[in-house]
T-cell receptor, first 115, second 108 residues
Framework: EAGVAQSPRYKIIEKRQSVAFWCNPI?????LYWYQQILGQGPKLLIQ????????DSQLPKDRFSAERLKGVDSTLKIQPAKLEDSAVYLC?????????????FGPGTRLLVL | GQSLEQPSEVTAVEGAIVQINCTYQ??????LSWYQQHDGGAPTFLSY????GLEETGRFSSFLSRSDSYGYLLLQELQMKDSASYFC?????????FGTGTRLKVLA
């Protein structure tokens, strides 16, 4: 079974530029999460999708971050414009369904450096 | 606010037993999960406690006490490959929150 795929793996941009990350969850997984992990900290949930609907986006900085999950499969996370403090690893995770157990399966992450 | 607090760092020798604690203040608590993350890697799921008590999975055990808002991860027969960061997380369907993380160093 293929794992969660993310691209790109690394990205370096200048502040005020835009960037987009892509995630393809494990086939059949209804729930998809985007996390931001700053060096030395735990992952912070940005947004959670159930199929193509948003379950929780309370910690998403909506003035600059946006995310979508068209057709309930893959998802994109966008930052526009980027700030220095957005430098972090952006992790995507998926889970089978709401009652399919507790395990979240994480992708390798995208390491973003904002200069 | 909601938070899960962990010690920042723990050091132990190979073959020993180590306990990583997690105290939490959250609403809508459904259970406690534990994840392992090696440097540069992605978090991987270790265990989940939905109910009070001890859950055992091989060398790893996890404990939860809802009345004390407390849990821990117990690692036995430590191996060098166990050197990693460990995170507790408030489980449930949504409002997922990770703890501050504990960096475990295993010495030869």
């Amino acid at each position: 079974e293929a794992g969660v795929a993310q691209s790109p793996r690394y990205k370096i941009i200048e502040k005020r530029q835009s960037v987009a990350f892509w995630c393809n969850p494990i086939s059949g997984h209804a729930t998809l999460y985007w996390y931001q992990q700053i060096l030395g900290q735990g992952p912070k949930l940005l947004i959670q999708f159930q199929n193509n609907g948003v379950v929780d986006d309370s910690q998403l900085p909506k003035d600059r971050f946006s995310a979508e999950r068209l057709k309930g499969v893959d998802s994109t996370l966008k930052i526009q414009p980027a700030k220095l403090e957005d430098s972090a690893v952006y992790l995507c995770a998926s889970r089978p369904d709401r009652d399919g157990g507790e395990t979240q399966y994480f992708g390798p992450g995208t390491r973003l450096l904002v200069l | 606010g909601q938070s899960l607090e962990q010690p920042s760092e723990v050091t132990a020798v190979e073959g020993a037993i180590v306990q990583i604690n997690c105290t939490y203040q959250t609403s809508g608590f459904y259970g406690l999960s534990w994840y392992q993350q090696h440097d540069g890697g992605a978090p991987t799921f270790l265990s989940y406690n939905a109910l009070d008590g001890l859950e055992e999975t091989g060398r790893f055990s996890s404990f939860l006490s809802r009345s004390d808002s407390y849990g821990y991860l117990l690692l036995q027969e430590l191996q060098m490959k166990d050197s990693a960061s460990y995170f507790c997380a408030k489980g449930g369907t949504y409002k997922y929150i990770f703890g501050t993380g504990t960096r475990l160093k295993v010495l030869a």
